[in-house]
C-alpha cells in the first residue's frame, strides 16, 4: 500500500478506513492492468518484430516485381520478333509476286 496516497486521502479528510479501501482497489486495478497496458519495452518488441516483417515483404516483392518485368521484356521481344516476321513475310510476297 502507497503511504502517499494514503496520507493524500487523509488530508482530504478521508476516513483512515475507506482510505485504506480505495488504495488497495486502486492497487488491484493497476495490478490488472498490467495484462492489458503496453509497456515502452513491449512496444519496442512490436517495433521490432513489424520491423523485420516489412523487410521481409519488401524483399519478396522486389523479387515479384523483378521476375513480371522479366515476364513482359520476354513478351514484347517475343511480339517484336513476329512482327517482323510478319512484315518480312509482306515484303517478301511483294516482291515475288508482283510484276516486273
Do not use: C, W
Not at 496520507?7 to 479501501?21: G, H, N, S, Y
Not at 493497476?30 to 524483399?59: M, W
Not at 518480312?88 to 510484276?99: E, R
Amino acid at each position: 500500500m502507497q503511504a502517499a496516497s494514503l496520507e493524500i486521502l487523509e488530508k482530504a479528510d478521508v476516513p483512515p478506513a475507506q482510505a485504506r479501501a480505495i488504495v488497495q482497489a486502486m492497487e488491484i486495478e493497476i495490478a490488472g492492468a498490467r495484462d492489458t497496458l503496453a509497456t515502452k519495452h513491449d512496444l519496442l518488441v512490436l517495433r521490432n518484430e513489424l520491423s523485420e516483417k516489412l523487410t521481409e515483404k519488401t524483399a519478396e516483392l522486389r523479387t515479384e516485381m523483378h521476375s513480371l518485368a522479366s515476364s513482359n521484356v520476354r513478351q514484347m521481344y517475343a511480339a517484336m520478333l513476329g512482327q517482323t516476321a510478319v512484315l518480312l513475310g509482306i515484303a517478301y510476297f511483294f516482291v515475288a509476286h508482283l510484276p516486273r
